[in-house]
């Protein structure tokens, strides 16, 4: 596509229940990125891809937090046993190599409510 | 532990005005710097890249420069015009992959007609 994709745009979720946030990134990209912006809180960095390679997942907040990434393209971002300290918009972003030299592009985001 | 700071957190100015947006990062061994815009409940629109060899980039009205040895950047947005209003996020990357890009928490920007 023209640009990073995710869906839903917004969800609304009960405690306890398991969300799924979906990425798709700009086509060839290699790199993919999740990231999670608390209110009134900077960007925080949660998960990284490269390819095929094993992600990197010490970002990831608790145990309760996976993602994955099949075929080298689309990621997934689940979050199980919701709790409403989980509450925020994740932003997700793909470039072509992987950080040097290489501009980063962001999807609109999802915002994730759990009530 | 790679930190970033933006200074001033909100700004408001009258049209027209010329600005300047400041960014600092702790170490200074980057790969780049990128400075994006954000508009309310929107995603991140990147704005500039500066690569750690370069000392500035221009697109139209904004310029960016780097000074990587002080650990400093700066945003100049010329002739400010009420559509620039948003949160500017300053963010460098160190490379590692796993640190990700480093973001400041942002200007929150306010151009008054």
């Not at chain 1, 997700?92 to 609109?108: I, R």
């Not at chain 2, 690569?51 to 002739?79: F, H, V």
Request: glycine residues 12%; proline residues 4%.
């Amino acid at each position: 596509g023209a640009g990073v994709s995710q869906s839903p745009s917004n969800k609304v979720t009960e405690k306890g229940k398991d969300v799924e946030l979906r990425c798709d990134p700009i086509s060839g990209h290699t790199a993919l990125y999740w990231y999670r912006q608390s209110l009134g809180q900077g960007l925080e960095f949660l998960i990284y891809f490269q390819g095929n390679s094993a992600p990197d997942k010490s970002g990831l907040p608790s145990d309760r937090f996976s993602a994955e990434r099949t075929g080298g393209s689309v990621s997934t971002l689940t979050i199980q046993r919701t709790q409403q300290e989980d509450s925020a918009v994740y932003l997700c972003a793909s470039s072509s190599q992987g950080g040097v030299n290489t501009e980063a592009f962001f999807g609109q985001g999802t915002r994730l409510t759990v009530v | 532990k790679q930190e970033v700071t933006q200074i001033p957190a909100a700004l408001s100015v009258p049209e027209g005005e010329n600005l300047v947006l400041n960014c600092s990062f702790t170490d200074s061994a980057i790969y780049n710097l990128q400075w994006f815009r954000q508009d309310p409940g929107k995603g991140l629109t990147s704005l500039l890249l500066i690569q750690s060899s370069q000392r500035e980039q221009t697109s139209g009205r904004l310029n960016a420069s780097l000074d990587k040895s002080s650990g400093r950047s700066t945003l100049y947005i010329a002739a400010s015009q009420p559509g620039d209003s948003a949160t500017y996020l300053c963010a460098v990357y160190s490379g590692g992959g796993a640190d990700g890009l480093t973001f400041g928490k942002g200007t929150h920007l306010i151009i008054q007609p």
